[in-house]
């Protein structure tokens, strides 16, 4: 019904910066809330960043101040700038969004692969 696409993780020195993106695509009517998770080797999946339809955004606290959220709702996409990354930045990164898709009525969940992110030396 909706795919989610995420690009730009890879590889990156500590204070370094890196953009993660993501397309939805689909038969899609309407997407509302949009978020990165970030799930660590053997630790839970963790909210990072969400950004509603009208762009109010919510951060975690571990990132806020370096990270930024963004959206463009014509082209269905959401970035995640990051930056001054740390080592505890490390992760695969997950996009989620609330889509409303035709013949429904109400917004269902939907899920990236993930992107990894390694910060290291």
């Known amino acids: 019904q909706v795919q989610l696409v995420e690009s730009g993780g890879g590889l990156v020195q500590p204070g370094g910066s890196l953009r993660l993106s993501c397309a939805a695509s689909?038969?899609?009517?309407?997407?509302?809330?949009m978020a990165w998770y970030r799930q660590a080797t053997g630790k839970e999946r963790e909210l990072v960043a969400s950004?509603?339809?009208?762009?109010?955004?919510n951060y975690a606290d571990s990132v806020k101040g370096r990270s930024t959220i963004s959206r463009d709702n014509a082209k269905n996409t959401v970035d995640l700038q990051m930056n001054s990354l740390k080592p505890e930045d490390t992760a695969v990164y997950y996009c989620?969004?609330?889509?409303?898709?035709?013949?429904?009525?109400?917004?269902?969940?939907?899920w990236g692969k993930g992107t990894l992110v390694t910060v290291s030396v």
């Open positions: 689909g038969r899609i009517f309407r997407v509302d809330d």
């Open positions: 989620n969004a609330a889509a409303v898709v035709y013949g429904r009525f109400y917004p269902l969940d939907f």
């Open positions: 950004i509603t339809s009208d762009s109010s955004t």
